[in-house]
C-alpha cells in the first residue's frame, strides 16, 4: 500500500465569497472578500480576480483597509494572526500574532495603529463567549511580529461582524446580541446598556441581527429579526435615548449600511431587494428588486458611488448608486447539492446544482462560474415551507452534445411530481437547448440514470431505472413525419427483474453491456437485442454502486454492498474475482484510465483508495482526507498530462480528483511538482499596475511582448537626445521674477533643443538647397549652396579672415545671423 507522501490534499477554488463583508478600495478600482482561507482582489470593472493573498493556515475571517495606508489591507484568521497586505501587488507585508482565534476584524481611523478584533473571553479556543479587545501593533522592523498587548474593550458580543460597528467617525462603538445594544465610548471609557422585550404585545421577535452607526451624527440603526429597523439617539443618555422605527421587510434585516456622508441608510434580507432610505425623512425609500437571493452583507464604497452587496448563493454584486447594476461576481453555489458532480466534455467545466431550479457550470481553471442553465424555467418564489421544483438528477453523453436531467417536486398532500428532460446542444448559441420533456416517464421516483458511453455509436441510448420495479430505455429517433423539425427521444425499452427494484446503472466502456442491479443480483443485458445475458450474485448486501473497467481492465465490474463489501466480478468466466470489507461511501472510475477510487468511511473521517480492479493492492491511499462522509466526486481529465515518475503520483498524470465534503468545501489532489508550477505560473500572470487580467488581455500578452521588444531594440538604436545644458537647468530653476524677458531667453532655449552631428555624418550626405525654416536649417548637414553664396557670407561674417570656412563654421555664422538683437539696441537706449 503506497502511502501519500508527495501528494497534498488541497481546496480547488469554489470558496464562499460570501462569508464576510467585503471591502471597497478608495479609488473603487478594486473589491476585496475573504474566501476560504485566503483573500480575493477583484477587478469592480472586469469583475476578473487579479490577486489571490495567500498565508493564512485556516479560515479568513475579516478584510479591512489600513486607514493609515489606503494601498494596504488587513485579515484576520481563525488561525490566531492578522497579516498586512500590499494587494496592488499581492505581497504579504508583515503577520502580526495574536495567539487566539480571531473571528471578526474592525478598524478605526481615529485610532491609529489599533485593530480592534473578536476573540474567544476564555482561554480556552473552543468558548462560545467572545468579546472585543484592542489589539496595539507593535513597531517592527520584522516580517513576523508577536502582539502581546491586548486591552479589553467590551465582553459577551456576538461573533458576527454585522452586529458591531463604529460611529460618530470612531467616537464609540456599537455591539447588539441578543435583546441587548451596548455602546462604549472610547474617550470616555463608559458603557451604556439598552434592552428591548424577549416578545411585544403582539407576539413578535425583537432580536437584534445588525447594526450600523451614522458617520457624522450619534445615530444607530439597528435590524431586528421581524423586519423592523430602528433609529436611535441620544446614546450618550442612558435614560434619555429615544428611537423611531420603520418597517418594510417582511422577515428578519440581513445588514444595514450607511453610506459615508450619512444622507441615506441601506438595508437588505430575505426579499433580494435593496431598500435605499432618505435619513431624515423615512417616508421616501428607494428600491432596488430582483437581486437573485438573499442579501447578506451591504458595503459601500469610501466615495459614495459603489453600493455592493453580498448573496446567500455566493454572489456579490455591484451597483452603481442604486441604480445599475454594473458587475456580479458569482461563486460556486454549493447549497443543496442534489445531483452529481459531473465535466462537461465539451467546456471542461464542473457542472452541479446551482442557484435554485439551474445547473451551473463552473470553471475549475479560473475559478469563476461560467453561467447558469435553466432546467425548471420557472420563477422562484422566496418562502419558507413552499415546495418547488428541483433538479435532482443529471447525465452528459460522452461527447457533450446531450444532456438528461430530472427535475420534481413533492407537494405535502399530493403524489411526487417529475419530469425528464432531454437538452441538446446548440453549436451556435454554445448552449443546450430543450429537445424533449417527458412527463412522469415512469411510475415513482428515477433512482439511476445513464447514458451509453460509446461515441461511434449509430444511436445514442439514455436508461433510467425507478422505484416502480423498472428501467426504461430512450433512444434517440429520427422524425416519424416530415413536417416535424428534427429528432425526439422516444421509450424504446421497458425491463425488469422478477419484480425487484432497480438501484444502480452503468453501460461498458464499448457500450456492448449494459448492467441494472436489482437488491442483491446484477443484471447484464445486450443493448443490441435488450436480452438478459446473465446475472452476477454476491456475499448478502444490496449494491449501491456499479463501475466498469476501463482500457486494459474492461473485462471487470466493481461493485460496492451496504453490508460493506467492495467486489470484482470478472465478465469473462463470471465469476467473483476478488472481494475485501470496506464501508464504500463513494466508487467512481478514471474515464480515462485504469483507475478507479474508493472513498471509505470509517472513525468519523474518509479515507481514499485508488486501485485497478486488475488487483486489490491499492496504487495510493490517503488517511482522513476529511472530516465526516464524501458523496460527491468526480474525475476531471487534464488538458496537458503530467509526466510524474514516482508510482504514488502517476494516478494523477492524465486526470484530477475532485470532491466535496460533509461542509460543501471542494477539494482535490496535488502533487507538490505541480503545485511549484501553478505558483510558478501565478507570479507570471501578474500585470503591471494591477490591471486586471483578462482573456482578452492573456490572449494578446505574447504580441505584446514582441512589440515591446521590437520597440526596446529601435529605441536602443536611436541617437541620444542632448541632456540639456547647465544654463537651462538654472533656467528652470530660478524664480521668474528676476529672469529676462521671454523674447530673449527663446532662441538660448532653441539652441539647447538642437541636435548636434559630427563632421564625418555631414560630409557622408548629399549636399541641398539652404532653406528659410529653422527646422530645416537644423536638419541641413551638408553644404548645397554655390561658391559665390559661399564666399559672400565668409566675407560678411569675417572680412579679415583669407582661408575658407570650413562647413561647421558656417552652419554656426547662419545661426548667429538669425539671432534676435533687438534687445540689446532697447538696452543700449536705455542706459545714460
Not at 502580526?96 to 481611523?109: D, E
Not at 420533456?437 to 433510467?464: D, G, K, W, Y
Not at 465490474?557 to 466480478?569: P, Q, R, S, V, Y
Request: glycine share 6%; hydrophobic share 35%; with cysteine.
Amino acid at each position: 500500500m503506497v502511502g501519500n507522501s508527495g501528494i497534498r490534499v488541497v481546496h480547488r477554488g469554489g470558496s464562499k465569497i460570501n462569508f464576510r463583508e467585503p471591502v471597497i478600495t478608495n479609488d473603487s478600482r478594486f473589491l476585496l472578500c475573504s474566501a476560504g482561507e485566503c483573500v480575493k482582489v477583484f477587478s469592480t470593472s472586469t469583475e476578473e480576480c487579479i490577486h489571490d493573498l495567500q498565508g493564512h493556515t485556516h479560515l479568513v475571517t475579516g478584510v479591512a483597509i489600513n486607514p493609515s495606508n489606503h494601498l494596504q489591507v488587513y485579515s484576520s484568521s481563525v488561525d490566531g494572526t492578522v497579516r498586512l497586505w500590499d494587494f496592488t501587488d499581492g505581497i504579504l507585508i508583515k503577520t502580526f500574532v495574536i495567539g487566539y482565534p480571531i473571528y471578526s476584524l474592525h478598524t478605526s481611523a481615529k485610532h491609529g495603529g489599533i485593530l480592534f478584533v473578536v476573540v474567544p473571553m476564555a482561554k480556552d479556543k473552543r468558548s462560545e463567549v467572545f468579546q472585543l479587545v484592542a489589539v496595539h501593533l507593535p513597531r517592527s522592523g520584522e516580517q513576523l511580529v508577536e502582539a502581546q498587548e491586548l486591552s479589553a474593550v467590551i465582553s459577551n458580543v456576538s461573533p458576527n461582524p454585522a452586529t458591531i460597528s463604529f460611529g460618530h467617525e470612531g467616537e464609540y462603538i456599537a455591539s447588539a446580541k441578543s435583546f441587548q445594544l451596548e455602546v462604549f465610548f472610547l474617550k470616555k471609557q463608559k458603557s451604556y446598556k439598552f434592552f428591548l422585550s424577549a416578545n411585544n404585545k403582539k407576539g413578535v421577535q425583537n432580536t437584534f441581527t445588525c447594526v450600523s452607526c451614522h458617520p457624522k451624527e450619534d445615530c444607530i440603526a439597528t435590524g431586528h429579526e421581524d423586519g423592523k429597523i430602528r433609529l436611535w439617539r441620544n446614546i450618550n443618555q442612558k435614560k434619555d435615548y429615544t428611537y423611531s422605527t420603520v418597517h418594510w421587510h417582511h422577515t428578519a434585516v440581513g445588514s444595514l449600511c450607511f453610506t459615508p456622508e450619512g444622507t441615506s441608510l441601506l438595508s437588505g434580507g430575505l426579499e433580494s431587494v435593496l431598500v435605499q432610505w432618505r435619513y431624515g425623512q423615512d417616508s421616501q425609500r428607494d428600491f432596488l428588486p430582483r437581486l437573485g437571493a438573499a442579501i447578506t452583507h451591504i458595503t459601500v464604497s469610501p466615495d459614495g458611488s459603489l453600493f455592493c452587496t453580498s448573496h446567500a448563493d455566493n454572489k456579490i454584486t455591484i451597483i452603481q448608486s442604486c441604480i445599475n447594476i454594473s458587475a456580479v461576481i458569482q461563486g460556486l453555489v454549493k447549497d443543496g447539492v442534489r445531483t452529481d458532480l459531473m465535466v462537461d466534455p465539451r467546456s471542461k467545466a464542473l457542472v452541479l446544482n446551482g442557484k435554485p431550479g439551474h445547473l451551473q457550470f463552473y470553471s475549475l481553471q479560473r475559478d469563476k462560474q461560467l453561467y447558469n442553465l435553466d432546467i425548471v424555467q420557472q420563477e422562484y418564489i422566496h418562502e419558507a415551507g413552499l415546495e418547488q421544483f428541483e433538479v435532482v438528477k443529471a447525465a452528459f453523453n460522452i461527447d457533450g452534445s446531450w444532456l438528461a436531467t430530472v427535475e420534481e417536486r413533492k407537494q405535502k398532500d399530493s403524489e411526487l411530481e417529475f419530469n425528464l428532460k432531454l437538452w441538446a446542444y446548440v453549436e451556435k448559441t454554445q448552449s443546450f437547448v430543450l429537445n424533449t420533456t417527458v412527463s412522469a416517464p415512469h411510475e415513482a421516483r428515477i433512482t439511476a440514470m445513464c447514458f451509453s458511453h460509446t461515441a461511434n455509436s449509430q444511436t445514442t441510448m439514455l436508461v433510467t431505472a425507478s422505484q416502480d420495479r423498472h428501467f426504461k430505455v430512450w433512444q434517440l429517433a429520427e422524425p416519424a413525419h416530415t413536417e416535424d423539425e428534427g429528432q425526439s427521444w422516444s421509450c424504446d425499452f421497458v425491463g425488469a427483474y422478477h419484480s425487484l427494484v432497480p438501484t444502480c446503472c452503468c453501460f461498458s466502456a464499448d457500450g456492448s453491456l449494459l448492467a441494472v442491479s436489482f437488491n442483491e443480483v446484477v443484471t447484464m443485458w445486450s443493448p443490441t437485442s435488450w436480452e438478459l445475458l446473465t446475472t452476477l450474485s454476491q456475499p448478502p448486501g444490496a449494491i449501491r454502486d456499479l463501475c466498469f473497467g476501463r482500457l486494459s481492465c474492461s473485462k471487470y465490474l466493481m461493485g460496492t454492498t451496504d453490508m460493506n463489501l467492495l467486489c470484482c466480478w470478472n465478465l469473462l468466466t463470471c465469476s467473483l474475482e476478488w472481494s475485501t470489507s470496506m464501508d464504500v461511501s463513494l466508487l467512481l472510475a478514471d474515464p480515462v484510465s485504469e483507475n478507479m477510487a474508493a472513498f471509505c468511511y470509517q472513525a468519523g473521517g474518509t479515507d481514499l483508495f485508488v486501485f485497478k480492479p486488475s488487483e486489490p493492492r491499492p496504487l495510493f491511499s490517503h488517511k482522513a482526507v476529511c472530516s465526516g462522509n464524501v458523496t460527491r466526486a468526480v474525475f476531471s481529465p487534464r488538458e496537458e498530462m503530467l509526466d510524474s515518475c514516482k508510482d504514488e503520483e502517476q494516478w494523477l498524470n492524465r486526470s484530477q480528483l475532485y470532491f466535496l465534503t460533509q461542509h460543501m468545501d471542494l477539494m482535490t489532489f496535488i502533487t507538490k511538482a505541480e503545485e511549484d508550477r501553478l505558483m510558478a505560473s501565478s507570479k507570471q500572470l501578474v500585470v503591471d499596475e494591477s490591471v486586471a487580467i483578462t482573456p482578452f488581455n492573456l490572449l494578446l500578452g505574447k504580441h505584446r511582448q514582441q512589440q515591446q521588444e521590437k520597440q526596446d531594440t529601435l529605441s536602443a538604436e536611436r541617437i541620444q537626445l542632448p541632456q540639456g545644458s547647465v544654463a537651462i537647468k538654472e533656467l528652470l530653476h530660478t524664480p521668474a521674477h528676476v529672469l529676462p524677458s521671454a523674447s530673449f531667453l527663446c532662441s538660448m532655449f532653441v539652441r539647447s533643443l538642437l541636435i548636434s552631428t559630427t563632421d564625418a555624418k555631414e560630409a557622408s550626405e548629399p549636399e541641398e538647397e539652404e532653406m528659410d525654416s529653422d527646422k530645416e536649417e537644423e536638419d541641413s548637414e551638408v553644404e548645397m549652396q554655390t561658391s559665390t553664396t559661399r564666399q559672400e557670407r565668409a566675407a560678411s561674417s569675417q572680412e579679415s579672415a583669407a582661408q575658407v570656412l570650413t562647413k561647421a563654421q558656417e552652419r554656426e555664422l547662419r545661426m548667429v545671423k538669425k539671432l534676435d538683437r533687438s534687445w540689446l539696441s532697447g538696452l543700449l537706449d536705455s542706459l545714460p
